[in-house]
């Protein structure tokens, strides 16, 4: 996969079909898109996402000086890059997006950036695609737009629009918003269903107190990014997979306990967010090793024990528990699309 960003001078010279949006997340509506892309490889066109970053949310959230924080969002940029390329992409385009970026008119947005700059001879985006100053572009103005320019090039190759109808559940538009909803309140199966896949986070592990091997559950730590969302502070039934060096799934699947949270019970001074994950039937040294951990289920929430020998016993509570699971689910059978 080619990566484009951090420029707005760039011309891809081959025809290609583009997906446009935002993707948050990559739910299954954003995973629609993809694949109508995806299919017409075998026309011989080249696959492209173009989206925006900072996103735009992001990009409106950091002028406001009505919140403060940090703009949270469902996938980093590396998760994304690395599932784009997993999933086949051959351009993705993070168009630098600003002050410029953002009073570019919806014509120019559709005739510079993905007619142009793209070289789109396919654009595919959601019935509910906004674009351009104020976000005043929307389907029928792309369809317009994309008329205007088959017109205006006679027998030359011609472009296409495909708008795509939301993908819906149990009557409910699936959209980024309501990924975030559900997340936000534990409940994992419901965004595992959304998403199509388990909600992940992946990073590099990092040392930390090494209690859990003196508890005698050795422990994988990452400490996501800030702008990474994160579902409440507690404890999780987990599959973990070990990525090699290229960020890319080596084959290894683990069942787990994941605490998200800042350890109560140890932490006396460290309030740092971390995601602690007990890897069942493993005990190797991977301090530096990338991994990918999937949220399966929320089992409890974050508290603090009275002491260490309250913390284990817990602990041991949480492992039988998680087995369990596992096995009522059979989910180590089941491999994820996607996730690294």
Not at 80 to 94: A, H, I, N, S, T
Not at 127 to 140: M, P, Y
Not at 236 to 244: E, Q, R, T, V
Not at 262 to 270: D, F, S, Y
């Amino acid at each position: 996969m080619e990566l484009i960003c951090n420029t707005t001078e760039f011309q891809i010279k081959e025809p290609t079909a583009v997906a446009v949006g935002k993707f948050d997340g990559l739910h299954l509506g954003h995973m629609a898109l993809l694949k109508e892309i995806l299919r017409l490889k075998e026309r011989g066109l080249k696959t492209a996402v173009f989206t925006f970053d900072p996103s735009p949310g992001a990009y409106f959230f950091s002028l406001s000086i009505q919140v403060s924080g940090v703009y949270r969002e469902l996938m980093t940029r590396e998760e994304k890059r690395r599932m784009f390329e997993k999933l086949g992409v051959d351009y993705l385009v993070e168009y630098p997006f600003g002050r410029e970026t953002a009073a570019v008119t919806p014509e120019d947005y559709v005739n510079q950036f993905l007619l142009e700059k793209m070289n789109a001879r396919l654009i595919a985006a959601g019935e509910d695609v906004s674009f351009g100053k104020n976000g005043a572009g929307d389907a029928t103005l792309l369809q317009e737009q994309v008329k205007l320019f088959n017109e205006g090039r006679g027998g030359a190759e011609r472009a296409d629009v495909k708008i795509l109808p939301k993908i819906c559940r149990n009557g409910e538009e699936i959209s980024s918003t309501l990924v975030r909803s559900v997340l936000s309140e534990g409940r994992m199966e419901e965004t595992t269903q959304l998403l199509g896949r388990p909600f992940f986070i992946s990073g590099i592990v990092s040392e930390g107190n090494r209690l859990g091997r003196s508890l005698g559950m050795p422990t994988a730590n990452l400490y996501p990014e800030v702008q990474k969302l994160l579902p409440p502070n507690g404890v999780y039934f987990s599959k973990c997979m070990i990525l090699d060096e290229e960020g890319r799934d080596e084959g290894r699947i683990f069942g787990g306990i994941t605490n998200i949270g800042c350890k109560p019970t140890i932490a006396e001074k460290e309030r740092r967010i971390s995601v602690e994950t007990t890897l069942f039937d493993f005990d190797e040294d991977i301090y530096g090793r990338q991994i990918c951990v999937e949220l399966l289920h929320h089992h409890r929430i974050e508290r603090q024990f009275a002491d260490l020998e309250a913390l284990k016993a817990q602990m041991k509570q949480d492992a039988e528990a998680c087995r369990q699971y596992l096995a009522d689910n059979r989910i180590m059978g089941r491999v994820s699309e996607g996730r690294g």
